[in-house]
């Protein structure tokens, strides 16, 4: 009796952190970056979400893509000041894709620190596929550069982070045949009696 308590105990709770740590209901999900340094500097990324649930039509999604920064102060007489871009492409497993660019800095000129865009997919897409690609030019001492992607889901959908929910199942499932393997023993060592 004991031992099919602890049985069902076990797989309850691994049940309960397995559907715990696979999915959650944000209505958005945000991508943040940031480097450090001098001089020239650029930084590549690559992230997919898989989504699950549903959206009634229209299905939007959108994305808001902004970027900061510090360094040291602009001068005209020395080289000295800070510039910083980013760019991003989301793009769906239906093939709808966004594109958006942001920049800043202290130098002059036009500095665009927000930039959104939207697509509306006939269905809920499975996947979007997020790629990003930024440089910042820091000359004049130490600065640092951040942005940040923030991707808006529609009402029902959320964000499935399945790769990182394997290692709890795999746990679980060596839980499982260890509690197995350990009863096998025992009935073993019993007959031997």
Known sequence: MV???????????????????????????TLSYEYSGTGNLSFQ????????????????????????GSGPAFNVSIPSGWAAGASATVTDNLGDTMSLAVNNGNTPGTIHEIFGSVFFPSTLPSTLDIS???????LGGPGTIDYSIEIGLPV?????????????????????????????????????D
Not at 132 to 138: D, E, K, M, Y
């Open 45 to 68: 990324s690559a992230t997919t979400l898989n989504i699950a649930g549903s959206c009634s039509s229209p299905c939007v999604v959108s994305a808001l893509m902004t970027i900061g």
């Open 156 to 192: 029902g959908a959320y964000v499935t982070p399945l790769p990182a929910a394997l290692p709890l199942f795999a746990t679980g499932l060596g839980a499982l045949g260890l509690l197995r393997w350990r009863r096998r023993r025992k009935s073993a060592g019993l007959a031997a």
């Open 3 to 29: 031992h099919a308590f602890v049985k069902l105990t076990i797989c309850v709770m691994v049940l309960l952190a397995t559907e715990c740590g696979l999915t959650t209901s944000a209505s958005a999900v």
């Open 132 to 138: 990003t690609s930024s440089f910042a030019s820091i």
